[in-house]
């Protein structure tokens, strides 16, 4: 019998055992930079469960001398949060309390609101964790004071580095070398879905039932794991395959979007494909169908509720929906202009009539903003120069050839037409 579960017991205590990010945890990682620097500012992790927020929250408590307290959004409240400081006496500063908050997105609005003042007045080190996006639940104020970093899905290179030290600790609870073919610790890698605790969790109740665990064990064990084997979530193959799911709904082919969003979703990989929808959404359909990034964004929701194996439903609607669509990337070129623009020092002033201005100064050169309010014209249209001046006949956007733009072209052209 095991004295305690794995994943606890091979929990790492430096960022020299830890699996994942490279560039957060190592040896030029952002983490130990901060504790070189003696520098722990607030900061919110994201991303999904298994991929060590919390294990790096207590690594910089520890290595920054700070005092840490766990609490749960799920269960806790502002009145928690309160107690901790209450019972942590006067400490304050960077000698003083580090509260990591996970799931951060379950505190309303008022309630994350309430937290700035701790955070303000140095009562607390903030390290909130959430596997939501932070800039869509996560109150704006308390992002603008907060160092954001995501946590990626563990590979299945790294996961196996974590399952052979599961193996060693494993040998030094029970007194049992259990042996672990090549093929079968990659299947058990791939099985995690990039979560470190369950690829541990995984090995732990297949070495308390075998002495030798080979592919065949693995497969009577997790059946549904066969399709994963292999899977690598930062190899080049598994950038080839979203790639390919992109370039198939860009080319209007369902059959073959289902295709690789099913050889995606085999390999356990939910959050790269539902990201990877939405920006398909965007950039590929865009304009032509509006709409599209509303309902994948729903469908994309559903999935992250549901889980596998019942999110495949929602997200087979989305891969089908955008590869049957009408095409457009014309915002998308638009933007990737305007950005060029701004790169290169474009529009560093633009009109005085956009401008937020509120009072002239009595030595203002030139006073009054000039700006004409488009609804007091017919058509809600009069013609103004928006542009900067060094910018105002560059044209960024035009319209696509779908029906939904053509039909926007025609109304703006009647319409300004009428308004010379």
Known sequence: MLKKPLADDIRPRSFDEMVGEAKLFGERGIFRKMLEANHIPNMIFFGPSGTGKTTAANILAEASGKTLHRLNATNAGLS????????????????????????????????QQSLLEFIEDGRITLIASTTENPYFYIYPAIISRCAVFEFKSIGVSELKRA???????????????????????????????GDARRAVSLYENLATVYDD??????????PE????????????????????????????????????LAKLLSGGDLNSVCRRLLVIANEDIGLAYPMAA?????????????????????????AVMLATAPKSNSA???????????SAGKGATFPRALQNVHFDGENAAEKGQHYKYPHDFPNHYVAQQYLPEDLKSVQFYAFGDNKTEQAAKLYWEKIKKENR
């Not at 193996?167 to 672990?180: E, P």
Request: charged share 20%.
């Open 80 to 111: 928690d949060v309160k107690q901790v400081i209450a019972e942590s006496g006067s400490l304050l500063g960077a000698d003083g309390i580090l509260l990591y908050l996970d799931e951060i997105q379950y505190f309303n609005k008022k309630q």
């Open 213 to 222: 665990i080979t592919a065949e064990v693995v497969r009577g064990f997790l």
């Open 294 to 318: 509303a309902v994948t964004y729903a469908c994309v929701q559903s999935a992250r509720e549901l889980g596998m194996p019942e999110a495949r439903v929602p997200l087979a609607n989305a």
């Open 332 to 342: 998308y070129m638009g933007v990737n202009m305007a950005m060029k623009a701004v």
């Open 225 to 260: 794991v066969m399709g994963m084997a292999g899977f690598d979530r930062d190899g080049d193959g598994h950038y080839d395959l979203l790639s390919a799911l992109q370039k198939s709904i860009r080319g209007s082919d369902p059959d073959a979007a289902l295709f690789y």
């Open 163 to 193: 399952i052979l030290r599961a193996a060693d600790a494993f040998a030094k609870q029970t007194g049992r070398t259990v042996s672990i073919t090549p093929e079968a610790l990659s299947m058990v890698a791939s099985a995690a879905a």
